[in-house]
């Protein structure tokens, strides 16, 4: 299998409306009061002000214009998009294209491409965050039915903790998470593993989206029927407590502003977004003043029975047997020294709720565990035009195996495969005075456990072991009885305006040698 990646792909983040006039800033006047007050926002003023942005047909043509072009000459996903999904997926093939020019001359969007590396979304509304207080999970029953109930974690109330819920809005439980798992996420294009972020909670972001969300919630509240012990059942009415990320001052800048008119706005993170709808939007989902996610530490990854020998390695031992495991969260170059002292000191991985990171850390961890082996990851495809081909003859991007020219080839072709050289200096240095050899595993000694949300670089990580080196993967959660991946949108790479920009200097000062 050939994973096609981007190296050095922009993640264009949008403005679609930017002109503040003065009715829009009198609207969101009231939602400030609020946040200076450190108060929750109510949820028609919150409706009012975000309506209250005018609409700028100039601006939003040549919006769906940069889009249409950017994707059109950079974007190497571009015709996979357009393939109908392989057997056991049943998302809609997309052509971008076509879609974008449909665009024009219309105030809303609607188009599905469930890829976490292609976002639009606006510096205003990508930080309200709609919080329910509320932790939805699943389990199985074990009755002849075998069914799976939909049980139920209230921070406000915690004597509702542990409810079944029989219906959602009307609907039976079951159905209306899936079909909001279905709409709404689109971080994956498997429908068990949007299942999971719409529930389950975790150490990161991306989880409970069904009452955590970032887009604006199409009612004021969710009507739940719980069923708890003692025969009790009753109707639980919940409203949105809606707050913004990092507040007033945030809220200030990017929405009373009238001067805000930038076009792109950096991204370093990835964001959690419900993506089917109007007006999308994009925002990690940070909680509500009254309601905590857990943090990311060794206290939440802690693991039952098991001893603690590095940050994040831990060793079970039943006096039989004895199994390491790598809690592995993100893809970080600043963790390459734990990762390889982890291994030292211990072949099962749990990389649920992987975020992914730097493209980097996975050749690393194949260079450290398979070193040798080689090559260290899959091909590497980039588009083959006029703004790459002077990176490729100035050497910015480090071939190996292969000579630039042979790389460019005749052009005949829009992508061109290539391994690329991508560790860094420190890396090759912890590399180079690691003693590999001693390492016991091999591909038949590991296990890889995810619950399906292990995206970008960590499912090119797994997607390699598992099909290079013969891993065997366990993917946890998901519908009932129905297979479910165990990775999540391998190819592509999230960049900051910043770093765009910098490439647009380097090609810039190329062209007047």
Known sequence: MKIIQVYSTLNIYLVLFVALLTDAKLQCEEVS???ESNEPVEYNVAKKCLESFPYNARHATETVDSVLHFLSNYYVFLDRAKDNPPSGFKYQPVDLKTELISLHGFKKYSFKLKDG?????????QNFIYDQNLALYSVITTDKVGKKDQVFNDTLDPSNNDCEITEIGGKPALKAII??????IAYS??????????LALSINSFSQQFNLRGDFPETSNITYNLSCSKNKSFTLERKWNITYKNGFGLFNNFCMNQNNNTIFSPNDNFASSDKDTESTLATESISSDKFEPPESSNENKKIAHAKLVVEDFYLLDDGKTKVGVAVITRERQDHDNILKDGFQELNKRDMSNNIGGALTVPLFLTSLLFSSKQPNSFPTDITIQNFTIPK?????????????????????????????NALTSNEEKILNNTNTSSFPW?????IIITNGFCASSCALLTLFFSEIHKVKTIAV??????????????????????LFHYFLVIISLMFRE
């Open 477 to 498: 959660g998901g519908l009932l009885d129905t297979q479910m991946s165990f990775s999540t949108f391998p190819g592509g790479e999230v960049q900051s305006l910043m």
């Open 179 to 184: 079909d909001f798992a279905n709409d709404k």
């Open 442 to 446: 091999i591909g038949d000694y590991i």
């Open 189 to 198: 294009k498997d429908q068990g593993v949007r299942f999971n972020m719409a």
């Open 392 to 420: 490729i003859e100035k050497n910015l991007i480090q071939v190996v195996l292969i000579n630039a020219s042979e790389f460019i080839g005749s052009r005949k072709k829009r992508t061109s495969n290539l391994y690329l």
């Open 33 to 35: 009061k609020s946040l």
């Open 117 to 125: 590396h292609t976002r639009v979304t606006n510096l205003c509304y």
